[in-house]
């Protein structure tokens, strides 16, 4: 039962390691992940409505 709470310890500890951090990778822009999201989108509503001509 105490490798149990040691284990559960630990992993507590590491966990509060991990949100010192923020979880945001340096190289990820929110701006360009964003911008990069917003033009796939379009894309794909223009070619979905270039498909729909029954209109």
Known sequence: ???????????????AEGEEH????????????GGGALFVLLLLLWITTRFNRDR
């Open 1 to 15: 039962m105490t490798s149990f709470h040691s284990a559960a310890a630990q992993l507590v500890t590491l966990a």
């Open 22 to 33: 923020g979880g945001n990778h340096e190289s990820l822009s929110p701006y360009l992940t």
